[in-house]
């Protein structure tokens, strides 16, 4: 069984840095998974907000976090980081992480609860 937990969100003002974390738990080591970024507004589809390859060379953002969001791993910890830095409010979301072997979100990768973001003005 594969468990993934983010922690870190909360409420914070326009301008300002948050960092998230994602454990990820169970039978595959950690390396073995690529990690991805969402995010979700309710009543919205979930965004794609950024991935990282298993080892970590390789990450690529959404056009919308390009430059301000950075994703980090270690290995070593079984946890992903996302640095989310001159937050604004329409970054305001639910921020999930996800571990799939094969970097290909869906149905079948293994999805955290979500840690909420709010962005005030």
């Known amino acids: 069984q594969v468990q993934v937990e983010e922690s870190g969100g909360g409420l914070v003002q326009a301008g300002d840095s948050v960092m998230l974390s994602c454990v990820v738990s169970?039978?595959?080591?950690?390396?073995?998974?690529?990690m991805g970024w969402f995010r979700q507004v309710p009543g919205k589809e979930r965004e794609f907000v950024g991935r990282?390859?298993?080892?970590?060379?390789?990450?690529r953002y959404a056009d919308s976090v390009k430059g301000r969001f950075t994703i980090s791993r270690d290995n070593t910890k079984n946890t992903v980081y996302l640095q989310m830095n001159s937050l604004k409010p329409e970054d305001t979301a639910v921020y999930s992480c996800?571990?799939?072997?094969?970097?290909?979100?869906?149905?079948?990768?293994?999805w955290g609860q979500g840690t909420q973001v709010t962005v005030s003005s």
């Open positions: 169970g039978r595959r080591t950690f390396d073995k998974y690529a």
């Open positions: 990282i390859s298993y080892s970590g060379g390789s990450t």
């Open positions: 996800a571990a799939d072997s094969e970097g290909a979100w869906g149905t079948s990768s293994y």
